[in-house]
Nanobody, 121 residues
Framework: QVQLVESGGGLVQAGDSLRLSCAAS????????FGWFRQAPGKERDLLLT????????YYLASVKGRFTVSRDNAKNTVYLQMNSLKPEDTAVYYC??????????????WGKGTLVTVSS
């Protein structure tokens, strides 16, 4: 089974950039689809972006388009979320997720523990 560990969260100011990392282990990962979710206090968990097994962005939430991008480095077994122009409303726990060839809001095979991003004004 695959284990996912997020890192890179922290406290930043509005307008700053941050890159989150998701280190994966435990399986053959090149054909996995990955996604990033976030959950703010008292709110539902939102799907932000997905990347298919070819490394192409397959889905994005309109509110993060042009600010957030997802990428992967199969050699390092790591997936990244680059976050630019951060806003206070981006404050949330961010989760990495993976699916065996496919991932969707309600179709996730593996979850990371999450990393907290706090954006101050």
């Amino acid at each position: 089974q695959v284990q996912l560990v997020e890192s890179g969260g922290g406290l930043v100011q509005a307008g700053d950039s941050l890159r989150l990392s998701c280190a994966a282990s435990g399986g053959t990962l090149s054909r996995y689809a990955f996604g990033w979710f976030r959950q703010a206090p008292g709110k539902e968990r939102d799907l932000l972006l997905t990347e298919n097994w070819r490394g192409e962005t397959a889905y994005y939430l309109a509110s993060v388009k042009g600010r957030f991008t997802v990428s992967r480095d199969n050699a390092k077994n790591t997936v990244y979320l680059q976050m630019n122009s951060l806003k206070p409303e981006d404050t949330a726990v961010y989760y990495c997720a993976a699916g065996e060839g496919y991932i969707a809001r309600d179709w996730v095979d593996y979850w990371g523990k999450g990393t907290l991003v706090t954006v101050s004004s």
